[in-house]
């Protein structure tokens, strides 16, 4: 089955950078939706960052458009969120999430859908 492990949260102050990082067991296929979600407590869950693993748009949350950046290293079925600009409204659990999909629909509400990871606290003080 697969696994994801996520890690790299912690707590900075506004301004702040972090950069998560999520390394996937073994190879999925060519076939996946995968990226960042979080979960703030007493929020619903959202999609933060969503890519297709055959390549394509990244999709970004609007919030977090020109803070986070999503990149991954195929060759170690590794993904990256660079987070920078970081604020309070950030702090939350953050997951990693990798869902099979067809005909490559991938985005910010399919990455949830799939695997996850157990999650990283990202912690962000005024």
């Known amino acids: 089955e697969m696994q994801l492990v996520e890690s790299g949260g912690g707590s900075v102050e506004a301004g702040g950078s972090l950069r998560l990082s999520c390394v996937m067991s073994a190879y999925f296929g060519s076939r996946y939706c995968w990226g960042w979600f979080r979960q703030v407590v007493g929020k619903e869950r959202e999609g933060v960052a969503a890519?297709?693993?055959?390549?394509?748009?990244?999709h970004y949350l609007e919030s977090v458009k020109g803070r986070f950046t999503m990149s991954r290293d195929n060759a170690k079925r590794t993904l990256y969120l660079q987070m920078d600009g970081l604020k309070p409204e950030d702090t939350g659990m953050y997951y990693c999430g990798a869902a099979v999909v067809s005909g490559g629909y991938c985005d910010l509400s399919v990455v949830d859908q799939g695997y996850r990871g157990q999650g990283t606290q990202v912690t962000v003080s005024a």
């Open positions: 890519v297709y693993s055959g390549g394509g748009t990244t």
